[in-house]
């Protein structure tokens, strides 16, 4: 029974990825609170890679914001991204090298 659960889950955020990709242009993690890493590691690898947060905002100036998702969790974190255009988002992908900051996960929001 517990693995039909977390098959049907899996199942469920494949759709969902799916769905927010290929019509919103957007990307979520969909990692669980206990499998994000702890909201220290996080503000510190943010603030250690202020370079990379510059050049990402500058790629649409004032349309382009990175931050700390420090609300979702309690003690957890990810890197929240809002961008205003496909293009865009490719050429965030491109800097990042993949969907992750440094090992922290990214969610993309297209606004």
């Given at each position: 029974?517990?693995?039909?659960?977390?098959?049907?889950?899996?199942?469920?955020?494949?759709?969902?990825?799916i769905?927010?990709?290929?019509?919103?242009?957007?990307?979520?993690?969909?990692?669980?609170?206990?499998?994000?890493?702890?909201?220290?590691?996080?503000?510190?690898?943010?603030?250690?890679?202020?370079?990379?947060?510059?050049?990402?905002?500058?790629?649409?100036?004032?349309?382009?914001?990175?931050?700390?998702?420090a609300?979702?969790?309690?003690?957890?974190?990810?890197?929240?991204?809002?961008?205003?255009?496909?293009?865009?988002?490719?050429?965030?992908?491109?800097?990042?090298?993949?969907?992750?900051?440094?090992?922290?996960?990214?969610?993309?929001?297209?606004?």
């Amino acid at each position: 029974m517990k693995g039909e659960l977390n098959e049907k889950a899996n199942s469920n955020h494949f759709v969902h990825r799916i769905i927010e990709n290929v019509l919103y242009d957007n990307y979520h993690h969909y990692l669980q609170c206990e499998e994000l890493p702890d909201l220290k590691t996080v503000e510190y690898k943010f603030s250690k890679y202020q370079d990379t947060v510059k050049q990402i905002e500058d790629l649409a100036e004032g349309l382009v914001t990175i931050q700390v998702d420090a609300d979702s969790c309690p003690g957890k974190g990810s890197i929240l991204i809002s961008y205003p255009s496909n293009a865009i988002r490719k050429q965030i992908e491109s800097i990042l090298g993949g969907k992750t900051f440094y090992g922290i996960p990214v969610t993309l929001i297209n606004q």
